[in-house]
């Protein structure tokens, strides 16, 4: 069975304290592994697509990262603002898009 | 204003009852979806629309019903609600390349069936 597990559950850092957070999968033929990010209350807000292993974007403080087995989404330097919770999504095939659990993050000034 | 909305934002009923969540996007896209988001599960799809008169079942279908008339709206029936559907449902749209681009999501609606 196709699966996405993100860790940590949840991550606390300080102001500018720089950290991973990790979305590993057991798939074949991925498709594309997206990044989402979503608020309190809201839905999720797209972040960033990778289509291949060695891929990477980089949007502010956030770059994403994809190997064959897992990505990884970089925070550098973060700021209160980035704390929310991200999702991780695969997209294996036949319209389906597994989503990850999430990481919660709070950033504390 | 262009975007995804979707109503009610919070919705209380009881077990048996039917409800109905609407979604409404300005942008034509092609492609909407309905996912319900519970914790410890993430987000499940449970139905999806590649066009108006076109839907197909996602991940956990049973117990609702969808349509779609028009390309701009998709509507999500429960047809006699359950107390395990209590959740927060969320749609979205996107373009030709359905799930392989890039989802846009609304708001989504907290319902809860009692």
């Known amino acids: 069975e196709d699966q996405v597990t993100q860790s940590p559950e949840a991550l606390r850092l300080q102001e500018g304290e720089s950290s991973s957070l990790n979305c590993s999968y057991t798939?074949?033929?991925?498709?594309?592994l997206f990044w989402y990010r979503q608020d309190p209350g809201k839905g999720p807000e797209f972040l960033f697509t990778?289509?291949?292993a060695g891929e990477e974007k980089e949007k502010e403080r956030l770059k994403a990262t994809l190997t064959k087995k897992e990505s990884f989404l970089h925070i550098t330097a973060p700021k209160p603002e980035d704390s929310a919770t991200y999702l991780c999504?695969?997209?294996?095939?036949?319209?389906?898009?597994?989503f990850g659990t999430g990481t919660r993050l709070t950033i504390i000034p | 204003d262009a975007g995804i909305t979707q109503s009610p934002r919070y919705k209380i009923t009881e077990t048996g009852r039917q409800v109905t969540l609407m979604c409404h996007q300005t942008?034509?896209?092609?492609?909407m979806f309905w996912y319900r988001q519970d914790l410890g599960h993430g987000l499940r799809l449970i139905y999806y629309?590649?066009?108006?008169?076109?839907?197909d079942k996602g991940e956990v279908p049973d117990g609702y019903v969808v349509s779609r008339s028009k390309t701009e709206n998709f509507p999500l029936t429960l047809e006699s609600a359950t107390r395990s559907q209590t959740s927060v449902y969320f749609c979205?749209?996107?373009?030709?390349?359905?799930?392989?681009?890039?989802?846009?999501f609304g708001s989504g609606t907290q319902l809860s069936v009692l």
């Open positions: 979205a749209s996107s373009g030709t390349g359905g799930t392989n681009e890039k989802l846009f």
């Open positions: 999504a695969v997209h294996f095939g036949n319209e389906k898009l597994t």
């Open positions: 942008w034509s896209h092609s492609y």
């Open positions: 629309s590649a066009a108006a008169d076109i839907t």
């Open positions: 798939v074949s033929g991925l498709r594309g």
């Open positions: 990778l289509y291949s």
